[in-house]
């Protein structure tokens, strides 16, 4: 499959702004922060947070526009780094849940919500767990135990195919496996 193409406009923009026209970031800023604010909405739920992780991806796209690559279209860099951000702020605030949901027995026994409210050294485990997976199934874990996004939610908001997501799903699910088994070895020990 082929990469979408970069929209024209998008790379106008752009150049004009690599050539010193800082006013031509108001069309970008203009033509996006609709479809970014729905974005981050996904993952924030207060208005006045998603407007200030708004703001910080149009300073931190800015400040990084020389690295983006204008054979590829725009949109996705932006909500990338929309999603980078608001990520970053949940865990930063304390509010990036662990996992709760996970079909496997074993991993109930440690995410069961009052287990966890009862046992910080478990919920520090799971945190440091989910920090611990790459950013791709990082970001898929946290769209479906978080925010409770289907496999079809979370394959048009990350643009892979489903089986990407449910792959990578399974994935970060054995080595979340893995990572609490040893944690309940250690308490064990």
Not at 83 to 104: E, M
Not at 106 to 131: C, G, M, T, V, W
Not at 132 to 155: A, H, K, M, W
Request: with cysteine.
């Amino acid at each position: 499959m082929l990469p979408p193409m970069a929209n024209d406009e998008d790379i106008h923009c752009v150049c004009d702004i690599l050539q010193g026209n800082r006013h031509a970031f108001a069309a970008i800023v203009r033509r996006y922060q609709k479809q970014l604010y729905a974005h981050i909405q996904r993952l924030i739920r207060r208005h006045e947070d998603i407007d200030d992780i708004l703001q910080e991806t149009f300073v931190r796209a800015y400040e990084h526009l020389a690295e983006f690559d204008t054979t590829r279209p725009l949109y996705p860099w932006l909500r990338r780094i929309a999603f980078n951000l608001a990520i970053s702020y949940l865990r930063a605030a304390g509010r990036l849940q662990p996992l709760d949901d996970l079909p496997d027995d074993f991993l109930k026994e440690f995410l069961d919500p009052q287990r966890e409210l009862e046992n910080s050294e478990l919920h520090h485990a799971i945190n440091r767990a989910i920090a611990g997976l790459p950013d791709d199934q990082q970001s898929i874990v946290t769209l479906q135990f978080r925010n409770g996004c289907s496999y079809q939610e979370i394959s048009e908001q990350l643009h892979i195919p489903i089986g990407t997501v449910m792959s990578r799903l399974a994935r970060a699910k054995e080595k979340l496996r893995a990572e609490l088994h040893a944690f309940h070895t250690s308490r064990e020990a």
